[in-house]
């Protein structure tokens, strides 16, 4: 897991982030059940969770095919 991280990393794009300090993972719905190893797979890890409105969240559920009641009961 470290090394497919490691390659979504451009040449070069540590030097141009000399500051930063983390590489961040976008990690969504079920995938979530990687978390134990995440966490193993790393020195370091934190998560942290970002909440979307009702509204953005059911547009773009019905964007990717559901219909509006099958988004908001997703929701």
């Known amino acids: 897991m470290r090394a497919a991280t490691a390659e979504t990393v451009r040449p070069g794009e540590r030097n141009e982030k000399s ?28 998560n942290l969770v970002l909440t979307r ?6 547009e773009g ?4 095919g ?3 009641a ?3 009961r997703w929701y």
């Open 61 to 64: 559920l019905i964007r990717s």
């Open 53 to 58: 409105h009702l509204l953005p969240m059911c």
């Open 70 to 72: 099958r988004a908001i």
């Open 19 to 46: 500051q930063a300090r983390y590489v961040v993972l976008k990690v969504m719905d079920y995938y979530i059940a990687f978390d134990d190893a995440i966490a193993r797979g790393f020195a370091e890890a934190r």
């Open 66 to 68: 559901l219909s509006e």
